[in-house]
């Protein structure tokens, strides 16, 4: 018996940065169909791809999809998958909704794993600026009311954090969901 496809998201780490470790969105929409994947569509060039897929869980379809990317463009790239129901979590628990209208002032970092106590306390310490941060389970909201680019807490995220993470702005949190509530259909 086979399941009811779900639908996913990954989110690359590092590629497409600074004309490096380039990969063209094409490509790595053909290498999403190749695993079998079906409603497969890319979003802007840093990296997020929206699929479904009938089989595999979050875990096991980014580590999948880490060896296969690994083998077929010679580098590593870190890959957080998870499912339009959890994109779909923190963006209504969004503790920073006044940010709404200025989505760029905010973005959502996908961790591996839920951070410590001990972690969290870590960085919390460092946050000195303007900024704020809460964490929710494998999620962390980072408000940056300078913008991240003028942020040196944003630079401290992951070298004091110590969770592999990647992080985008709340626009393309948004255009995220909105193409997989789309591909639901």
Partial sequence: MTSAPKTFFALFSGINVGGNRIVKMVELRAFFEGFGFTGVGSYVQSGNVVFRSAKGETDTLAKTIE????????????????????????????????????????????????????????????????????????????????????????????????VPCTSRNWRTVLALLEMMESAKG
């Fill in 67 to 162: 060896d296969a990317f690994e083998a077929r463009w010679g580098f590593h790239s870190r890959i957080m998958v998870r499912d339009a129901a959890w994109l779909r979590g923190m963006v209504d628990a969004n503790p920073y909704a006044d940010l709404a209208e200025e989505p760029k002032k905010l973005h959502l970092f996908v961790l591996e794993r839920e951070p410590t106590d001990e972690e969290t306390k870590r960085l919390s310490d460092k946050c000195k600026g303007p900024e704020e941060f809460t964490v929710r389970g494998d999620a962390f909201y980072l408000k940056a009311p300078d913008g991240i680019g003028r942020s040196e807490f944003a630079g401290l995220i992951p070298r004091t954090l110590k």
